[in-house]
């Protein structure tokens, strides 16, 4: 399996959205929609990164109730807990009627069978399949069927502070040295501050530097996965990762335990120079630190010379859950919140990409410093983890985290961690 979503992403038809999207986008069905008086909704959405998005679930909640007559409760769960959760409600029976699930998450509820089919929904809106983000949509498919209704996509960059590279004199790095170059000249001047951090227990923030190098998380051939961790390729990258901490001092040794949240924390707090993060995250740096306005720039991750290294195109989609008694209920708030205003609305204020192409025209279009290199990040160097129902498997394991923390407290070389990791992963991926 190629790193790269190139057929799955559909990126010539992703760049030339300027030329084929509608400017209103897909609208929902039309009608009254289905008769909910009296009935009421549960959704589980995904809470860890995004900005505060109260008002928006308030709006989309009073429209489904003026449309439907139904009452919808909107549940936040935390992002690090939500996996277990899950699996525990579907154990018990006890899952909400729709809940937002990761792309690496939908394959694997669908293999447990706990989700419902929503083909048959999709096409029965007008222009709505056609309209779908393909890679979106591919990894909400499992085995013929569609489960998740894409709702957005999101890319990890470079967000930096400008402030900061304009009083030393620094650009956005275009190459692997010019990170090092610039995290020596912050580290002399501003020894308060973190060059680069490197997370440990961020999964998404280490395959950029092991695609980077030319390596793999795993191959498929045949039936059989196997995982590239430990090749000469991957190994390379991920030294240089975390050489940036173990070497050249950029990190801390904090930092060794840090989640993404963790991270973003220290940067909103004065802390932190470089760090990767989501297209979807600058607002709510802002949000959590005004005094951050103006003073944040985006770059793409530089490959090891030049170009770009690939970064994880995560996004989630909206799924409905067989245990709801209001499936055509359930359908018609996943439809109102993934498409026409308010597929615009969310992507405005959270920073990640819609789900349906005909609300993306904007987004790939902007100018602004802090959209345009994650457009060009997600368009150039969007890449998939193994899409496998398996993978949700390795994350609940942590195996990449716990490779990275291994060798971030020095309890192995590069050499051992990689490949105790690739066996790991290699034997959840065929289970």
């Known amino acids: 399996m190629h790193k790269r979503i190139l057929p799955a992403l559909a990126l010539g038809a992703v760049v030339s959205l300027g030329l084929a999207a509608c400017a209103g986008g897909t609208a929902p069905a039309d009608g009254g929609g289905t008769d909910g008086e009296g009935k009421e909704l549960t959704v589980w959405i995904m809470k860890g990164t995004n900005p505060d998005s109260t008002a928006f679930y308030d709006a989309v909640s009073a ?50 069978g706990a989700l ?23 990894a909400g498919t499992y085995d013929g069927e569609l489960y998740g209704m894409p709702w957005y996509a999101g890319v990890r960059s470079i967000v930096y502070r400008t402030d900061v590279f304009e009083e030393l ?46 390596g793999e998380i795993a191959t498929l051939k045949g039936d059989t996965w196997t995982s590239e961790l430990d090749s000469k390729e991957s190994q390379a990258g991920i030294e240089f990762y975390t050489d940036l901490a173990l070497k050249h001092g950029f990190s801390s040794a904090g930092a060794t335990t840090w989640k993404e949240t963790d991270l973003r924390d220290a940067f909103t707090q004065g802390n932190v120079a470089m760090m990767l993060s989501g297209s979807w995250t600058p607002k709510a740096l802002v949000e ?10 985006a770059a793409v991750i530089p490959g090891e ?17 067989n245990t709801t008694e209001n499936a055509d209920l359930a359908w018609e708030f996943v439809n109102l919140m ?11 204020e959270t920073g990640y ?30 890449a998939s983890v193994p899409v496998t129902p398996n993978f949700g498997a390795v994350q609940a394991k942590k195996t990449t985290n716990a490779m990275i923390q291994a060798i971030l407290s020095g309890q192995k070389d590069v050499a051992t961690a990689t490949k105790d990791a690739a066996a790991e992963m290699t034997e959840l991926l065929n289970q």
């Open 63 to 112: 429209a489904f109730e003026e449309k439907t007559g139904a009452k919808v409760t909107i549940e936040e769960v935390q992002w690090a807990d939500a996996h277990d959760r899950f699996v525990t409600a579907i154990a018990g029976g006890t899952t909400p009627d729709v809940a937002e699930t990761g792309t690496t998450w939908t394959a694997e509820f669908a293999d447990a």
């Open 116 to 138: 419902e089919a929503i083909g048959e929904y999709v096409d029965g809106e007008k222009g709505l399949r056609d309209d779908l983000v393909e890679g979106l949509e591919v």
């Open 169 to 214: 004199g620094l650009k956005a790095p275009e190459s692997w040295d010019d990170i090092i170059a610039a995290g020596e000249v912050i580290k002399a001047a501003k020894p308060e501050m973190l060059p680069f951090p490197v997370p440990g227990d961020a999964e998404f923030d280490v395959y950029p530097w092991v695609w980077g190098a030319g």
């Open 288 to 297: 959590a630190n005004p005094e951050l306005e103006g003073k944040l720039g």
């Open 305 to 321: 010379d030049e170009g770009i290294s690939p970064s994880v195109l995560g996004g989630s989609h909206l799924s409905i859950f």
């Open 338 to 348: 993934t498409t026409g205003e308010f597929a615009e609305q969310w992507a405005a």
């Open 353 to 382: 990409f819609p789900g349906v192409q005909s609300a993306m025209e904007e987004a790939l279009a902007s100018t602004d410093p802090l959209v345009a290199p994650f457009a060009k990040q997600m368009v150039e160097g969007g």
